[in-house]
């Protein structure tokens, strides 16, 4: 019992590791809210607390559930690609003023609050649908084949992964903060965000339309 709940803890955490490290929104979101130093603990919180609902949903059959419902699935890919496109224009504006990216010494830009700092990550993690297929689904559909105690294995395993990425990617961030104190380094993180941002959508635009 104990080589199998050793396994699936390590399957999980492998799994889920090698997914959540892929670039993608969210993990830009936390990088530059890492950067600018803004309410990072709670951010990070939030997108493991997600993480661990959404594998242990899936691992519970949820992804079935979603599978069996396209049009569900199409609305979130049709609302995602609308997100991603609001917010790479965003990015694309704050990179024509990169003085907007730094924080203190006066900047003068205005950070985000609390609430509003964690809508945009729960918009970055419920709206995209990548996130549904890759811990619903895929991560999902291989902790369900575990048996008993070590699907909760399988389980934590992942949930380490996800809180080890994203505490290292929001708190490591400021190692780079010296880089960006130069407004031209905000410049290029935005206008590459705001580019990337622009082609998840339109890619996830095609899957939600067939296009």
Not at 19 to 26: E, H, K, N, R
Not at 74 to 86: D, H, I, N, P, V
Not at 98 to 111: D, F, I
Not at 155 to 166: C, D, E, K
């Amino acid at each position: 019992m104990s080589h199998a709940f050793d396994l699936a803890f390590t399957q999980g955490f492998a799994l889920s590791l090698g997914l959540t490290v892929a670039i993608g929104a969210q993990n830009a979101f936390v990088l530059r809210q890492g950067l600018r130093r803004e309410h990072v603990p709670a951010i990070v919180l939030f997108c493991v607390a997600m993480d661990a609902v959404l594998v242990a949903a899936g691992v519970g059959g949820m992804g079935r559930v979603l599978a069996g419902h396209p049009g569900v699935a199409r609305a979130l890919a049709g609302a995602g690609a609308a997100f991603l496109a609001g917010y790479g224009l965003c990015a694309l504006w704050r990179a024509r003023r990169p003085a907007a990216g730094l924080v203190g010494a006066g900047a003068g830009a205005a950070g985000l609050s609390r609430p509003a700092a964690l809508a945009q990550a729960a918009a970055f993690t419920l709206l995209n649908p990548h996130v549904y297929v890759d811990t619903l689904l895929l991560v999902g559909s291989v902790g369900a084949q575990q048996v008993g105690a070590a699907r909760a294995a399988f389980v934590a395993g992942s949930v380490l992964a996800s809180a080890l990425w994203f505490t290292t990617l929001g708190f490591g961030a400021r190692w780079l903060a010296p880089l960006f104190a130069r407004p031209r380094a905000w410049q290029w993180l935005d206008a590459g965000v705001g580019l990337g941002m622009l082609a998840l959508g339109a890619g996830v635009a095609r899957q939600a339309w067939g296009g």
